[in-house]
């Protein structure tokens, strides 16, 4: 079974400067897909950026970025710019690219890094 | 828009009490998941229906049940809450053939045993 692991729990950054959030998993597949999501406090989680396993360019939206290393199994997020309006907690997910059999598409989270922006 | 919604978004039930929390979604994706999220912990899956069919994680217990009517709706029974189940639901769908797209969240039920 895949294994999601997030060994920071929490982290703070200052307003303005950057943070990079790590994450480790454990597989046996060559084909997946990685997730960073977002959960705000008391609200819903929100997809942040995706990476397809088979692609080696790392994927970045806006001020998001990964590092994602596939012989290590690293899949780190970095924020840049950091932004009152990104702490939250963040879940490091891991998605099966293979076809569907029970459970194969299911998201395996991380424990979390709950992120803090200092003003 | 469309999107997930899960009613109620707090309950309070007594222990032992039959409870039902429903979701609802308008994306018409043929996959819906219910998660149990304890305070500070990564979400767990409890079951999914892809189309009709259900899916049941192995260490999920028999206390949670789930209903799917019809696409639109998932309903997620606790026959007998324990205060361990005091938790957040989260109802999640995703699209067949798209697993790249990860999933779509409602805002979660949070539920209290008293």
């Known amino acids: 079974a895949q294994t999601v692991t997030q060994s920071q729990p929490e982290m703070s950054v200052q307003e303005a400067e950057t943070v990079t959030l790590s994450c480790t998993y454990d597989?046996?597949?060559?084909?997946?897909?990685l997730f960073w999501y977002k959960q705000p406090p008391s609200r819903q989680m929100i997809l942040v950026i995706r990476?397809?396993?088979?692609?080696?360019q790392n994927a970045t939206e806006n001020r998001f970025s990964v590092n994602f290393q596939k012989a290590a199994k690293s899949f780190s997020l970095k924020i840049s710019d950091s932004q009152l309006g990104d702490a939250a907690m963040y879940f490091c997910?891991?998605?099966?690219?293979?076809?569907?059999?029970?459970?194969?598409?299911?998201?395996?989270f991380g424990q979390g890094t709950r992120l803090t922006i200092n003003p | 828009d469309a999107m997930v919604i899960q009613n109620p978004r707090y309950q309070v039930t007594q222990f032992g009490k039959p409870v039902t929390l429903s979701c609802s979604q308008t994306?018409?994706?043929?996959?819906m998941y219910w998660y149990q999220q304890k305070s500070s912990q990564a979400p767990k899956l409890l079951f999914h229906?892809?189309?009709?069919?259900?899916?049941n994680e192995a260490d999920t217990p028999d206390n949670f049940q789930s209903r799917r009517p019809n696409t639109s709706f998932c309903f997620l029974d606790i026959r007998s809450p324990g205060l361990g189940d005091a938790a957040m639901y989260l109802c999640?769908?995703?699209?067949?053939?798209?697993?790249?797209?990860?999933?779509?969240f409602g805002s979660g039920t949070r539920l209290t045993v008293v």
């Open positions: 997910a891991y998605r099966s690219a293979k076809n569907r059999i029970q459970g194969a598409q299911k998201l395996v």
């Open positions: 994306l018409n994706h043929n996959v």
């Open positions: 229906y892809y189309d009709k069919d259900f899916n």
């Open positions: 999640a769908t995703s699209a067949r053939g798209h697993r790249g797209d990860g999933y779509t």
């Open positions: 990476q397809e396993a088979y692609k080696q």
């Open positions: 597989t046996s597949e060559s084909d997946y897909y």
